[in-house]
């Protein structure tokens, strides 16, 4: 059996009940280096065999796995953040169903929900954006052309990007040739609730230098939008005038 889990963001407290306790049972453990912490291989039992994914290849990922079906084991193949977002987590899955090896998924916290906390933000405020666009710059990654990002800023929308810290100045021309301004609201969130995360508040126009001037290239999140402004209008939800399925509107 193969449980895929989402380590979280960063700190090592922000993995699930559930995939804690997978971690704590797993014979082997397969986690992606690179952004996984360190710190949540503690909780594995002894004997354990830990492999670190960021130096194999998905034939050596799928050969480990194989390996430990045959000695009848328990595998957490542990990926940062949640599964479902750049894990390349299909491709594992697709080689599981081909070789009958039964398999399920641990949801985890994704960076993008880290960086909202660590900037005591709301992506979904009422009248300036109820849509949360989450995407990236291409990189060696391609990305099909209609979602360039000057495309999806031409919503005015949330947006979330990762894996484009290295490229700010390229980004920064997209979002504006999309339709955003020099002074839209936008933030860099590096290593969102790991120890030395840092939150730099900036606009579309000054992300570049935000980047330098904080030495950030790498494990950050871009966040652009309204939403870091301080305009929205309140909830209907819990305004006193609005009777909802839960509660009457107050008179008077
Ligand atoms: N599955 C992960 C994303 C993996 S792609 C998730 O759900 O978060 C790797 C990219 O995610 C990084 O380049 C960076 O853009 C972003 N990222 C991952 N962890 C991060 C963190 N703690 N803080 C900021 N960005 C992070």
Redo the contacts with the bound molecule.
Sequence with gaps: MVHFV?AG??AADLITVRGQRLLAEADVIIYAGS?VNPALLEGAKPGCEIYNSAKMTLEEVIEVVRAAERDGKTTVRL?????????AHREQMDRLDLEKIEYDVVP?V???C??AAALRAEYTLPDVSQTVIVTRMAGRTPVPEREEISLLAAHGATMTI????GMLEELRGRLLSGGYREDTPAAI??????PD?KVVRCTVGTLPAAAEENGIS????ILVGGFLGNEYERSKLYDPSFTTGFREAKKG
């Excluded at 990762?162 to 810290?165: E, R, T, V, W, Y």
């Design positions: 989402g963001p960063g952004l990926h940062t953040g949640d599964p479902c977002l750049y894990g985890g994704s960076s993008f880290g960086a990762f894996l484009s810290a969130v590096y290593k969102a609730t790991w995360e790498k494990t950050a999140l």
